[in-house]
């Protein structure tokens, strides 16, 4: 036990390596203060708390899968601390965002796929994949909103994940497994999709605003067919 979690920390301290070059990229590009730097490096070392206290006691280490959507936090809290710097909202800025999730968002499907033809998938790996998108989703509807192309309820398409895990701590029934749904994954390629869309400069706030209402109708429908499984199941 004492083995693989020290490795895990020596790849989460490795991890600080592309974070740090993604980042610095970012903050010469837009000419962002050292706390933009400060930001990013702190909520790393929180994401790195949490993969520690749910890591598996056996293994060696994270595994190549896990590194893979390590390597897609870097490049998720690169962007999520750049929330409370709406200035870098400009044309470059809006471009260079949807760049650096474009790629989080199609190594999404790389992580898992290693796994599978390695033969270490696990749930500790699935759950990091899991609450990764979760995040990344989140990230993107509070940037949509703070670039005023839609309004604050637009926050609403990343939180359905949140107030699915809340509504577990109310009625515990809710935190049954789900059997795996093609529409799920559909789901969450769609509202990613649709929120790079919504943030896109060249998308007329007219157009962002029911798009970004479509999805939360959309996504709303697929974790409402969710509760009704786990309902029936409990009964």
């Not at 749910?54 to 190549?64: K, N, T």
């Not at 962007?79 to 909202?89: K, T, Y």
């Not at 500790?124 to 192309?149: C, H, K, N, P, T």
């Amino acid at each position: 036990m004492a083995i693989n979690r020290r490795r895990a920390v020596g790849e989460l301290v490795a991890g600080l390596v592309p974070l740090l070059v993604v980042t610095g990229v970012t903050a010469v590009l837009f000419a962002l203060p050292a706390m933009y730097l400060l930001r990013t490096t702190v909520v790393y070392g929180l994401v790195a708390r949490l993969i520690l206290r749910h890591l598996p006691p056996s293994g060696a280490g994270l595994g190549l899968a896990n590194w893979v959507t390590l390597g897609r936090a870097t490049l998720v809290l690169s962007v999520a601390a750049l929330i409370p710097q709406p200035e870098i909202l400009v044309d470059a800025g809006y471009w260079w965002i949807i760049s650096v999730m474009t790629v989080a968002m199609v190594l999404d499907g790389v992580d898992g796929r290693i796994a599978r033809r390695t033969g270490t998938t696990s749930t500790f790996g699935a759950r990091f994949d899991m609450e990764l998108d979760s995040f990344l989703m989140f990230v993107l509807a509070a940037l949509v909103w703070r670039s005023g192309q839609v309004g604050p309820w637009v926050v609403v398409v990343g939180l359905p994940r949140y107030l699915f895990v809340v509504a577990g701590w109310v009625w515990p029934w809710m935190r049954a497994p789900l059997p795996e749904r093609v529409r799920r994954k559909a789901g969450c390629v769609i509202q990613g999709i649709a929120l790079l869309v919504c943030l896109g400069p060249i998308v007329p706030p007219g157009v962002a605003a029911p798009v970004a209402a479509l999805t939360i109708a959309l996504i709303g429908a697929s974790f409402a067919a969710d509760i009704v499984w786990l309902s029936r199941r409990r009964q």
